[in-house]
């Protein structure tokens, strides 16, 4: 199975690399706060160990030649000599009473002199930047953990996105809920569609992105995501989808980008889920199935998400929306799994391509880059 060729994963993570950047690691470095926000665990977790070690291994070497400087290692065990850190006789002890200074734990045998010149400027200093090292490296580990990126995890996209009539006009649908008894507020949703494109000069963009609008019933792009909510594109003039044939969802190629905003209710915070469809994943003469029922047991909406990705054929017209709205009579050339003579061999293909998203062969979504320019030239 080829993998999905799209600007984005199905989870909504980025699926683009980024290449001839010049001093790369410097610009990240002089970003650093958000560079290291950024980093994976593993990484996280050896700078806070390694950031700590090396602290204690820094103040121990000047314990150690503190003590060696003075005599203490030399005149050990002689109780008429008075060392800067009492009964300090190796570099391992040094390191001990580092780490029980830095992490103010409280002196046990080992301990320092307050009458050797050198002991309490650095006893004081290792103080005060283990103070300083312990808020930036637990603060940013705290912050790393609070991210409110992980809340995407329970917002949940469906597998497929429909076009179906509705309204007498066709709609996009793709269906968004949030599985959390804590809900998301403030939200609201936006999308792109993708693709390639050629301007009057000729010239190619490959990626160029079109705007998708999406409504909440009639709420504009505000969601109220208590339950899961249909949300709908209404194909019209000004959609970039208003020529969209179900011949073009087998041969386009094309990516659909929906992201969805909100506040997260106990934190205040931002959060963005973000996924993507590709012309395959779409499927033309259908619509979501009904999630919801009234429990009369116990007086209550419940929402099945079993059905969450279900998907009904639905009576829809097997021409664009620009005929649709040219000739209001083709309402009736409808695209419908009851009656298999009105189904094209082609709408077929992509019936059985689309209903099988999980074991689908995919092919590229955009073209290259020599495609584009051997087209161009064609034109």
């Given at each position: 199975m080829k993998p999905r060729r799209t600007l984005l994963r199905k989870e909504g993570q980025s699926n683009i690399a980024y290449r001839g950047i010049q001093k790369k690691k410097v610009k990240f470095l002089k970003d650093l706060y958000v560079t290291l926000l950024d980093l994976k665990w593993r990484w996280a977790m050896l700078i806070l160990?390694?950031?700590?070690?090396?602290?204690?291994?820094?103040?121990?070497?000047?314990?150690?030649?503190?003590?060696?400087?003075?005599?203490d290692i030399?005149?050990?065990?002689?109780?008429n000599f008075t060392p800067c850190i009492y009964r300090l006789d190796s570099y391992w002890d040094a390191l001990l009473f580092s780490i029980e200074t830095q992490s103010t734990i409280g002196y046990g045998t080992i301990y320092?002199?307050?009458?050797?010149?050198?002991?309490?400027?650095?006893?004081?200093?290792?103080?005060?930047?283990?103070?300083?090292?312990?808020?930036?490296?637990?603060?940013?580990?705290?912050?790393?953990?609070?991210?409110?990126?992980?809340?995407?995890?329970?917002?949940?996209?469906?597998?497929?996105?429909?076009?179906?009539?509705?309204?007498?006009?066709?709609?996009?649908?793709?269906?968004?809920?949030?599985?959390?008894?804590?809900?998301?507020?403030?939200?609201?949703?936006?999308?792109?569609?993708?693709?390639r494109y050629v301007c009057q000069e000729k010239y190619v963009y490959p990626l160029f992105q079109h705007e998708i609008e999406f409504h909440a019933h009639n709420m504009k792009d505000k969601v109220f995501l208590i339950w899961p909510m249909v949300l709908s594109h209404k194909i019209t003039k000004d959609s970039p989808l208003y020529t969209l044939t179900p011949e073009d969802l087998i041969y386009d190629k094309f990516e659909l980008i929906v992201v969805l905003e909100g506040t997260i209710e106990s934190t205040g915070e931002m959060v963005q889920a973000r996924t993507s469809f590709t012309s395959k994943e779409i499927l033309w003469g259908h619509r979501f199935t009904r999630v919801e029922e009234y429990d009369e047991k116990t007086d209550?909406?419940?929402?099945?998400?079993?059905?969450f990705n279900n998907v009904v054929p639905s009576k829809t017209p097997k021409c664009n929306a620009k005929d649709l709205t040219e000739n209001p009579e083709r309402v009736?050339?409808?695209?419908t799994e009851e009656d298999p003579v009105e189904i094209d061999q082609l709408t077929r293909q992509k019936h059985t391509l689309a209903t099988s998203v999980d074991t689908l062969d995919t092919d590229a979504v955009y073209s290259t880059a020599s495609e584009d320019d051997q087209r161009v030239e064609d034109v």
């Open positions: 160990f390694l950031g700590f070690f090396l602290s204690y291994f820094f103040f121990s070497i000047l314990y150690f030649l503190m003590s060696y400087t003075h005599g030399t005149h050990a065990g002689d109780p320092p002199n307050a009458d050797c010149a050198g002991t309490l400027p650095v006893v004081y200093l290792q103080i005060t930047c283990g103070f300083l090292l312990e808020t930036v490296l637990l603060g940013f580990i705290f912050v790393k953990i609070a991210r409110p990126k992980h809340r995407r995890h329970t917002l949940i996209f469906s597998r497929n996105a429909c076009i179906c009539l509705e309204d007498q006009h066709l709609n996009l649908q793709i269906r968004v809920g949030d599985i959390r008894n804590s809900h998301l507020i403030d939200c609201h949703v936006y999308g792109a569609l993708v693709k209550k909406w419940c929402i099945n998400f079993v059905r009736h050339e409808v695209y």
